[in-house]
């Protein structure tokens, strides 16, 4: 398996998708800037806090990054099938379940990790802009990151999760726009559910239930839709 | 049941073999029932016209398209989803030459190594010079012709040292000098390195120049399953004239006793009777004025035996 996920890195390069990943965290920041810069030189509106302005770094990464997932399933999936180079694959000495397999856990690894960078970096990005700047209502606490951090990784957890639905749906046709469109309406999905939630995340038992459906659907998808050459 | 295919293709020394395999698009049959019995060291050319089954039994076969029905051994084994391994012996093209179109050769060569788990590098060099395509290794695909591309997949097949080849169409989009040349290289390789060759083409004349065991299919069907030399004994010996009035020629022939010919059309006519003189033949001709422009002896192709065996099986 990591001799496959080897090549895949090979055939497609990561160059790239590094590339990306370092411009969408410059892009978060950025983003947040404008709008901490926003809410502090308008006097109708009242400066944002740590918690909205956490909120809003995570929303803005999911929706960056799950976007991004579907783009790499297109590449790395449903784009070989689309070139014919599957049949190739197809006819090495490999398992092809796990071949699939090894391409979809570079793209749930890849989401996995940009996701926990760009916290890291957008985080730590608001306490100094706000230790230099004084940008947020209140001061930073060190107690702040027993919320953030759970909030962190229930959202990493869940985007790596979501990520196998733009290879779920896209896989149906083996259709890229399908794929994309995907990726947008789980965040869409995602957000009017935890929207419910007092916390603003997902609670363990919605976790839970949202990787079984997935794991199910991606499971039913590999046994009809992966072997479908033609 | 494995066990007995085993035996019997270890008794027959098949390298591959077919049992009744069937596919059906939409409720209409692209192959039906096809036994196919591939010897060791044999190549076996698959022949038939486009749309006539050959590249679906050929995915089957590389279990790229799963059979309604029948079964395909490989090596002695069935193929399932679980036998992956045994294709660690064979090279193949199926359809068009596909590649990774942003690499260059060498790229993909060693992609293709990687997956193969062949370890020897070296021989993409080897290879690359067998296509000559030596020169142009660190082009990316992208900007190959379709003759390159189809010179390459070549390469591809070959490279990981198969034991056995399939080639769906190798010749597509090559020059007569490049058919030449790849010809050439597939009987270096079933004579030296006695590589089984299992060769499709819907070019009847290019399969009679390579193959020593000949499988036509139709209709999905196969007609039939022959050895080379087989088929030269079907193959009928005949006079070929070709005069400037046929009609007035067959009058002729028949006034000097000879039946078995037919007229093709208002120029041709074979003569089915080897026994006859060309000589006599001719000076009988100019004699009653029929304007002679050629006489022949000849041989029925492989195209003719197919033309042949289709009428009969109609």
Not at chain 1, 59 to 74: E, P, R
Request: proline share 3%; charged share 20%.
């Amino acid at each position: 398996m990591a001799h496959l996920m080897k090549l895949e890195l090979k055939k497609f390069g990561m160059a790239r998708t590094v590339i990306f990943t370092v411009a969408a965290i410059l892009f978060s920041i950025l983003f947040i800037t404008v709008s901490l810069w926003d809410s502090m030189t308008d006097p109708e509106q009242t400066k944002d806090t740590f918690e909205s302005t956490y909120l809003v770094i995570g929303l803005l990464l999911s929706l960056i990054f799950l976007v991004y997932s579907s783009v790499l399933t297109a590449r790395l999936v449903i784009g070989e099938y689309e070139q014919r180079t599957m049949t190739i694959l197809f006819s090495y000495p490999l398992n092809r379940m796990k071949l699939i397999a090894s391409k979809l856990a570079i793209i749930m690894v890849y989401t996995a990790l940009s996701m926990a960078a760009g916290y890291v970096c957008c985080s730590a990005y608001i306490v100094f802009a706000d230790r230099f700047f004084d940008v947020l209502e209140g001061t930073f606490q060190i107690s702040m990151l027993q919320t953030w951090i759970p909030m962190a990784i229930t959202m990493v957890v869940v985007c790596m999760v979501l990520s196998l639905w733009p290879f779920i749906i896209g896989m149906i046709r083996k259709s890229v726009p399908a794929a994309i469109v995907t990726s947008l309406l789980v965040i869409v999905f995602r957000q009017v559910i935890i929207s419910k939630n007092e916390t603003n995340r997902e609670s363990l038992l919605q976790i839970l239930l949202v990787s079984v459906v997935t794991f199910a659907a991606a499971l039913f998808i590999f046994k009809k839709k992966v072997p479908e050459l033609y | 049941m494995k066990a007995v295919r085993e035996e019997y293709s270890l008794k027959m020394d098949y390298i591959m073999e077919t049992a009744g395999l069937r596919k059906s698009y939409k409720g209409n049959t692209v192959v039906n029932e096809v036994d196919i019995h591939i010897p060791k060291g044999a190549v076996y050319g698959f022949v038939g016209p486009n749309g006539a089954g050959k590249s679906t039994v050929m995915k089957m076969m590389l279990n790229l398209i799963q059979p309604d029905a029948g079964e395909v051994y490989l090596f002695g084994e069935k193929v399932t989803d679980h036998s992956y391994e045994i294709f660690k012996k064979t090279g193949s093209i199926i359809e068009n030459p596909y590649f990774y179109e942003k690499l260059t050769a060498r790229q993909n060569l060693e992609l293709h190594c990687e997956y193969m788990g062949f370890p020897n590098k070296e021989r993409i060099d080897e290879v690359l010079q067998m296509v000559d395509l030596q020169n142009v290794e660190g082009k990316q695909i992208r900007h190959y012709s379709l003759g390159m591309k189809q010179r390459l997949a070549i390469a591809r097949a070959i490279l990981a040292r198969p034991e056995f080849l399939i080639l769906d169409e190798p010749i597509n989009a090559l020059d007569p000098e490049g058919i030449r040349e790849m010809r050439n290289l597939f009987q270096r390789l079933n004579r030296e390195d006695g590589t089984t060759i299992f060769i499709s083409s819907h070019i009847l004349s290019e399969v009679e120049l390579i193959a020593d065991t000949i499988g036509m299919i139709q209709h999905g069907k196969l007609l039939t399953e022959l050895s080379i030399e087989e088929i030269h004994k079907h193959q009928t010996e005949y006079i070929s004239l070709q005069v400037d009035h046929a009609a007035h020629a067959a009058a002729l022939l028949e006034q000097m006793g000879i039946t078995n010919f037919s007229v093709l059309d208002k120029e041709f006519i074979r003569i089915y009777d080897s026994d006859i003189s060309g000589k006599d033949l001719s000076k009988l001709l100019i004699e009653n004025g029929v304007g002679l422009e050629s006489l022949g002896r000849k041989q029925d192709t492989l195209e003719d035996y197919f033309f042949q065996l289709m009428e009969e099986r109609k």
